[in-house]
Nanobody
């Protein structure tokens, strides 16, 4: 069993930054992806970024490329999402997820992920 707990959300102004954290516990294998997704109000869940825990390979959605950085701290079993130059359209609930068992890469589809955190709200004011 895997547990994922997000933190770090909040309210910031346009152009500001936030760093989200996802603390993972349980059976995490380095060859499988960890991902960040978001779900804006009234919309479907969408991919933001993913990385392979062991190798550090990363992949980003076009909307995140150049502004967001996904990283991990193996010692702390934690994945981060550093978000810079935030825009009002980044307002969403952000979820981290773990795709145990998948060999798909880039792992940018929600259905590939079988463990999810509870989400953390990010609100960007204009």
């Amino acid at each position: 069993q895997v547990q994922l707990v997000e933190s770090g959300g909040g309210l910031v102004q346009t152009g500001g930054s936030l760093r989200l954290s996802c603390a993972a516990s349980g059976r995490i294998f380095g060859r499988y992806p960890m991902g960040w997704f978001r779900q804006p109000p009234g919309k479907e869940r969408e991919f933001v970024a993913a990385l392979i825990w062991g190798s550090g390979f990363t992949h980003y959605a076009d909307s995140a490329e150049g502004r967001f950085t996904i990283s991990r701290d193996n010692a702390k079993n934690t994945v981060y999402l550093q978000m810079n130059s935030l825009k009002p359209e980044d307002t969403s609930v952000y979820y981290c997820a773990y795709a145990a068992g998948t060999n798909r890469w880039p792992a940018n589809q929600p259905h590939l992920y079988n463990y999810w955190g509870q989400g953390t709200q990010v609100t960007i004011s204009s």
